[in-house]
């Protein structure tokens, strides 16, 4: 199985990028090719998967795009014209995006580039980043939201909608941020209690958030209880944004969440 995997990989790949597609070259062949968000281990030696080991589904590759893709993919988002220029200070009057069905060519190259990074840079251990049936389905994601968000703003814990299906992928740029996760029952659990009026010093609800640094270029992949059984969010409040025991310095931060649309029968 993992041999045809492999021999389906290397067609699909090689119809999207070219026969240069499983070579790894050191820098872009022409200047022309600097603009493109290229296939990030075509350029650079290959990173690895990281497992968050407390959650079953959730993987995290630190250098999915280079500085240089980064600024290609900003640029690519830019000139959509979604988000309006305004100082970092005030508000903006439109921090969201989203595409259904056909998306821009940039977000077709960053699903290639994701299927691609699975393919190749595997963990070697036989646990996938994607099942078989996520990682072959065709297209790979065909609905887009991209969000800008300013110092402070972040996103509340929630799940994503079940008009999608499994395997969801998060690309994060400029600023870097803590992504926090909690598993679904345990926050029930947590709020049962308070409602039982048994929150007390000998018995607290504990709800355990696990942690995970998103720094620029990054890459999560949800997929079975990562993506059903645990909800995550982004607190950027002052004071909660912290790493190592320090406060990270909140700057602009645009997040590309790549999603499957569930079949309508």
């Not at 820098?27 to 990173?47: A, G």
């Not at 939201?145 to 799940?159: F, K, L, R, S, W």
């Not at 958030?209 to 950027?236: C, D, F």
Request: net charge negative; hydrophobic share 35%.
């Amino acid at each position: 199985m993992e041999v045809q995997n492999q021999e389906e990989c290397n067609r699909i790949l090689k119809e999207v990028f070219g026969d240069s597609s499983s070579e790894l070259v050191s820098e872009p062949e022409s200047e022309e090719d600097d603009d493109d968000i290229k296939t990030p281990n075509s350029i650079n030696p290959p990173s690895e998967w990281i497992k968050i080991k407390e959650i079953k589904g959730l993987w995290l590759f630190k250098d999915f795009l280079p500085l240089q893709q980064q600024a290609s993919l900003l640029s690519a988002i830019k000139n959509e014209g979604w988000f309006s220029e305004e100082k970092e200070e005030e508000p903006s009057s439109q921090n969201q995006a989203m595409r259904f069905g056909d998306l821009p060519s940039w977000a077709i190259q960053l699903s290639n580039s994701i299927r691609e990074t699975i393919c190749f840079n595997g963990d070697g251990d036989g646990d996938d980043v994607l099942p078989a049936n996520l990682l072959w389905r065709e297209p790979l994601f065909d609905q887009l939201i991209a969000n800008a968000y300013q110092p402070g703003e972040g996103i509340c814990a929630h799940i994503d909608l079940m008009r999608f299906e499994d395997g969801i992928a998060i690309v994060s740029l400029e600023s870097e941020c803590v992504m926090h996760f909690t598993r679904l029952e345990t926050e029930m659990y947590a709020s049962d209690c308070i409602e039982k009026g048994e929150e007390n010093e000998d018995r607290q609800p504990f709800v355990t958030k696990i942690p995970v640094l998103l720094t620029p270029g990054s890459l999560i992949v949800m997929s079975g209880e990562a993506r059903y059984q645990w909800k995550h969010e982004i607190n950027r409040k002052p004071g909660f944004q912290l790493w190592g025991g320090q406060e990270i310095r909140q700057q602009k931060r645009i997040s590309v969440t790549l999603r499957k649309l569930c079949e309508t029968k």
